[in-house]
């Protein structure tokens, strides 16, 4: 950033105005000792009175007043003129004597609250008070100056501040205002980037004419898909809402497949669903109100495939389940929550992660994917369907449970990349193929596991993500030994598929939606 010698700037006045007070009193005594001026407005100024140090309030620097309620206190020409100007410019110089301007050094900020304010209220008047003009204007004319003036965003930059004075008789180092001059930057647009996706989802606009992506940086992971590849997991609040209770670090394959177990777990009814992921496909899910056998039948959908995966439990996990867990190698736990004794058992595998996602909840969802200096964004596939968004096609009608088993492989099916076969039986998946290029090779997979792990005495149901586009897909599992097919409708063949179902007498469902995942 810049070609600017590397010196030294000695601080003589700040200028302190924080929404968060925290944290303020070793970090003005440390001004104060160095015998920095304070100035000072509104609620900060109280607290810096209260905590009995010297400082002046702004109106009184400025000679002008606060008004319209406060919304204009810092907005003055001798506030951003002694932020702005350069102290090796004689004219900038010239222009502060000649109105009787002094020089800033210090500009200490944190804005308004926006983001808290969404969180505690749907008021829209409340929510546009809580966004702040004075704070992001001065943060933003400090960073611009960071040559001569230093600026914090922060209360997590107070004790490198305090370090970088104590360590230099009151002054800061360039590279140190160049580092927060950076940070200061990310913090406005951070907060402008707030701002806007409010007032674009208040307004239902989900593809704007600039779209803004923006999150806090949660954790750098050791490397990304490989170890040549570099990581970092961020959020757009100020964590991912689970939580990291064992085990080591988590890699960005981790999180990854972290996310894909958690959209498919928590969409399943609470209490009740388990779901074993592998490079971010389900390898299993099952319904059951034993959450053992929940764990169990989704873990014999493809037990080989479980090696070293992910187990998501929308539950929590005891004592039993936790016996169970620990016979195979596993990578991440995820879970609403652990007994003590499960967590003493589990913990005595070292590397093994566990993860608390009691308070993960579901949002309207974002998809992103980036090609060069392009990305492509969708909403997330995560609806769910009911028998309303199916109209049976077939002759033979199926029963409760043959429509329940239905509706639930069309469920699992939009999680599984695509072409995507889903094989059911009683709310648990027996069979699935994912990710090939033909459907007829999904197809053939699905069956294959099923027969490979499976010995089933009830009823089989599939569900296709797209339409067959030929009658062979259907004809493929019919022949295994499945009995009612869903898939969506669209394709010039559909008739082709009806009268195939009808002569074989096969249930088949039509979807208005198609589930592609790529």
Known sequence: MGNYKNTMKKIKKALISVSDKKNLKKLINVLTKHGVELI????????????????????????????????????HPKIHAGILSKRNNSSHCNDLKNNNFEEIDLVIVNFYPFEKTLEQTSNHLKIIENIDVGGPTMVRAAAKNYNDVTVITSIDQYSELISEIENSSGSTSFKFREKMSLEAFSETAYYDA????????????????KKIIYGNLIEKLRYGENPHQHAAVYSKTQSLNIKQIHGKQMSYNNYNDIFSALTISKSLPKNLGTVIIKHANPSGVSINKNNLKSYQLALACDPVSAFGGIVSCNYKVNKTLAIELNNIFLEVII???????????????????????TNFKMKNLVKINSANDSFLTQSEDIEKFNIKNFKIVSKKKPNKSQLKSLIFAFN??????????VLASQETTVGIGSGQPSRLDSCQIAIDKMKKFQNLNEEVVAASDAFFPFID???????????????????????????????????????KTRHFRH
């Open 194 to 209: 707030v701002i806007s996706n409010y007032f674009n989802k208040i307004k239902n606009n989900n593809f704007p004419k």
């Open 473 to 511: 897909g259907i004809e493929k599992l019919v022949q295994s030994g499945v009995t009612a097919v869903i898939q969506p409708s669209g394709s010039i063949r559909d008739k082709e598929i009806i009268k195939f179902a009808n002569q074989t007498n096969t249930i088949l469902v039509f979807s």
């Open 412 to 421: 699992v099916c939009r999680y599984v990349k695509s072409n995507a076969i």
């Open 40 to 75: 000072s407005s509104g609620g900060t100024y109280k607290e810096i009175k209260k905590l009995r140090f010297k400082c002046l309030e702004v109106s009184e620097y400025t000679g002008s007043p606060e008004i319209l309620g406060g919304r204009v206190k810092t907005l």
């Open 335 to 357: 879970a609403n929550g652990f007994d003590p004794e499960a967590l003493k058992i589990l913990k005595k595998k070292k590397n093994l992660r566990l993860v608390d996602a």
